[in-house]
């Protein structure tokens, strides 16, 4: 029988006892006994500061072991996480925090380089609803400003040991996070799944391939999520790594032919995957499927999904692991309908069998190294520079990141990509979003609707 919901600070409170080597980030190695103590002072540092059941709690989320304490910590108090990416920039990571506080509450900002400290709190000491919100995560849409995401506890609790089941992960597996702190994926598999299963984590806070295959090497991973991206890089690099028996891809560029080189590359099993924010990692294939059913589909429902096709071959998603809502709730109102079903907005298809195939996308979005970037945003930075008299962005297909950020502009010939990068930079954008390829033109082409033609620019930008 399946354990029934319980808050997130049970269920990570276990792993103390069990996992004598349960978190490596550079030079530092923590049990769980030692991940344990240090949660203990940053809750009590955080009740001293003021901080109560349900109050947010937002930092800027470095790939490091004080973002996993920082968000155990706020689990231990009932306070809500919202880690926001590590590469924002100030004004973005302020604007973010700021809007956290008109729609989900009191909000404390925390440096995660200098913990707050205090006399421990112990597990159990907080009455902490299962029910309850847990972790608010932003996602770039298709245009407007970034959503603010809610899951709870029972959510987050329920996806970690689901995908211990799916990838059939046992204590003796080592997983390597290299993926933001600020998205479902890099919590999950740093913190959540590790809890699930008592298994060691190793972090690298900010990719380097080398580093990443010694790492891999030194702590005999075994497992690996992320983007195409790493998987690229590291096959470029002279080690064999063959300790890697599983990796699970998702995003831009998770091709079949993507999946058999890897595979072929490092003796591990390729497998697609098919997420996001609001839905974390709803198909895959599972543990003893066919192999090459794992390269050609992005998977098959996990076990409690439904996935069905929708209006325009739209996917819509059901599932216990889906969020709450979002902290705006026209937002959510407008993504799941009264029936529970999420809209992706994600076109797709799904086979007899049930194996999903994602075949595009409703909504203009560009994939870059598994971070999402809205071409809207990109486009209201530069026509905001006083050169730039008219913009269009795009996604330019690209084999190491799946896409990179492609700008068609009627501009000053001052305007170049250098002045393009000093421009973001000093507009505090995050890196990940900055232009990647200037191309002039004279007019943007239109569609009749007086939208940008978006195969048309794909032809001026020359790529397909």
Not at 17 to 28: E, H, I, N, Q, R
């Amino acid at each position: 029988m399946a354990e029934p919901p319980a808050s997130l600070d049970r269920l990570l409170s276990r792993t103390a006892a069990l996992t004598p080597d349960l978190l490596v980030d550079g030079s530092v190695r923590m049990s769980g006994r030692d991940v344990e103590r240090a949660t203990q002072r940053c809750a009590g540092g955080l009740t001293e500061a003021g901080v109560d059941v349900g109050d947010v709690v937002a930092w800027r989320a470095t790939i490091s072991w004080q973002t996993i304490v920082l968000l155990r910590a706020c689990w231990r108090i009932g306070a809500v996480a919202a880690p926001l990416h590590q590469r924002l920039g100030e004004a973005e990571a302020a604007q973010l925090a700021a809007g956290l506080a008109h729609t989900a509450g009191p909000v404390t900002l925390v440096d995660v380089d200098a913990l707050p400290d205090g006399g421990p709190v112990l597990s159990g000491t907080r009455p902490v609803p299962a029910t309850g919100r847990a972790l608010i995560l932003h996602t770039a849409g298709s245009s407007g400003p970034p959503k603010a995401v809610i899951h709870t506890h029972a959510a987050l609790t329920h996806k970690a040991r689901q995908m211990v089941d799916i990838h059939a992960l046992t204590p003796d597996d080592v997983v390597f996070v290299p993926t933001p702190l600020a998205h479902i994926s890099g919590i999950l598999y740093a913190l959540l799944v590790p809890a699930a299963t008592p298994m060691r984590a190793v972090l690298i806070n900010r990719w380097d391939a080398a580093l990443g295959a010694e790492l891999i090497e030194a702590e005999r991973v075994t497992f690996m999520v992320g983007p195409p991206t790493f998987f690229n890089d590291l096959a470029g690099t002279e080690r064999a790594l063959s300790s890697l028996r599983l990796i699970s891809c998702g995003g831009a560029g998770v091709t079949a032919a993507f999946c058999e080189a890897t595979a072929e590359r490092f003796g591990a099993v390729v497998k697609r995957t098919y997420g996001s924010t609001e839905a974390p990692s709803v198909a895959t294939a599972w543990a003893g499927d066919p192999i090459e059913r794992g390269w050609n589909f992005d998977g098959r429902a996990v076990a409690g999904v439904e996935l069905r096709i929708g209006d325009a071959d739209e996917l819509l998603v059901r599932g216990p692991e889906l969020f709450s809502g979002y902290t705006d709730g026209a937002a959510t109102a407008a993504a799941v309908d009264e029936d529970g079903w999420f809209h992706t907005g994600d076109r797709a298809s799904i086979d007899a069998d049930g194996w999903l195939t994602i075949t595009g996308r409703l909504k203009e979005l560009i994939i870059r190294g598994g971070e999402n970037v809205s071409p809207a945003d990109v486009e209201a930075q530069l026509l905001a520079h006083p050169s730039v008299r008219a913009a269009s962005v795009i996604g330019v297909p690209d084999g190491r990141l799946g896409e990179r950020v492609g700008a068609l502009v009627v501009a000053d010939a001052s305007f170049d990509l250098a002045e393009c990068r000093r421009w973001f930079s000093e507009r505090g954008v995050a890196r990940y979003q900055w232009p990647e390829r200037i191309e002039h033109v004279d007019a943007i082409p239109l569609l009749a609707s007086g939208k940008p033609d978006r195969l048309a620019v794909a032809e001026l930008m020359h790529t397909d």
